[in-house]
Each structure stands twice: as C-alpha cells, then as structure tokens.
C-alpha cells in the first residue's frame, strides 16, 4: 500500500520493531487512503491473532464493509 516495508533498520532492529511497535497509519504515507481501509490494514497487521480477521472470509467480509461505509464492522 505504502511501497515500503512497515518498518526499516537492520535485521535485529527490524525484529524487535515487527515484535513491539504499531506500523504507521498508511495515510501518513498516502493521505488518499480512505480510512476504512486502513483502519481494515491496521487490524490485518495486528500482534496477536486474536486481535486480527478471524480467517479469509472475516477478512473480506470486513473489507466490503470497510468500503462500503468508511469504518469496520462492530
């Protein structure tokens, strides 16, 4: 989305940042992002499986809906 990797840095750096930090919001890089959808990328890119799309379906299904009406489901 953003044409870079969610965080840069040496192998060890990216390690620790891919295990303790948020990526950055991708309208920081691309403003035109409507915010459904990055909000629907930000939950994708969650730490913890629980905290992400339950399977594929979940996923697409919230991504229609992240489009349709600029925010995820409830």
Same mark, same amino acid.
């Given at each position: ?19 303790? @930090? #948020? ?6 890089? !691309?403003?035109?992002?409507?915010? $459904? ?17 339950? @399977? #594929? ?6 991504? !229609?809906?992240?489009?349709?009406? $600029?925010?995820?489901?409830?």
């Amino acid at each position: 989305m953003k044409g870079l990797p969610p965080f840069s840095g040496g192998a060890a750096q990216v390690v620790v940042k891919h295990l303790r @930090d #948020a990526p950055l919001p991708p309208r920081q890089h !691309r403003p035109e992002t409507p915010p $459904g959808l990055e909000a629907w990328i930000l939950r994708a890119l969650r730490k913890t499986a629980k905290e992400r799309f339950f @399977d #594929a379906d979940d996923a697409r299904e919230a991504l !229609r809906h992240a489009l349709a009406h $600029g925010t995820l489901p409830s």
